[in-house]
Nanobody
Framework: QVQLVESGGGLVQAGGSLRLSCAAS????????TGWFRQAPGREREFVGE???????YYADSVKGRFTISRDNAKNTVYLQMNSLKPEDMGVYFC?????????????????WGQGTQVAVSS
């Protein structure tokens, strides 16, 4: 049974940093593309970035240069390092995995999802 568990969310002041983690059981991240998405109240879930099975990372323009996705293969965990946080970064952050070489920006390309972790940014 595949399970993805996000952690590391919380409340931070604008300009601050958080590191989110996505731990997996039942699958190995190196065989999948892993995406990060976020969803603010009343808005659609939006793509934040992804790391492919080969380690290549891609980001939404809104977070490029501020967010970094990495992976610890030994721990089977993917991280989202978020720096210079802004109020518009607030939302529930989800990790997801897909079997395509690149999952891309569409939620439909991902097969498994975590339950999400809340990020709040105060101005």
């Amino acid at each position: 049974q595949v399970q993805l568990v996000e952690s590391g969310g919380g409340l931070v002041q604008a300009g601050g940093s958080l590191r989110l983690s996505c731990a997996a059981s039942g699958l190995t991240f190196t065989l999948y593309s892993t995406g990060w998405f976020r969803q603010a109240p009343g808005r659609e879930r939006e793509f934040v970035g992804e790391i492919t099975r080969y380690g290549g990372a891609y980001y939404a323009d809104s977070v490029k240069g501020r967010f970094t996705i990495s992976r610890d293969n030994a721990k089977n965990t993917v991280y989202l390092q978020m720096n210079s946080l802004k109020p518009e970064d607030m939302g529930v952050y989800f990790c997801a995995v897909g079997s395509n070489l690149r999952g891309g920006t569409s939620t439909g390309a991902y097969d498994y999802w975590g339950q999400g972790t809340q990020v709040a940014v105060s101005s």
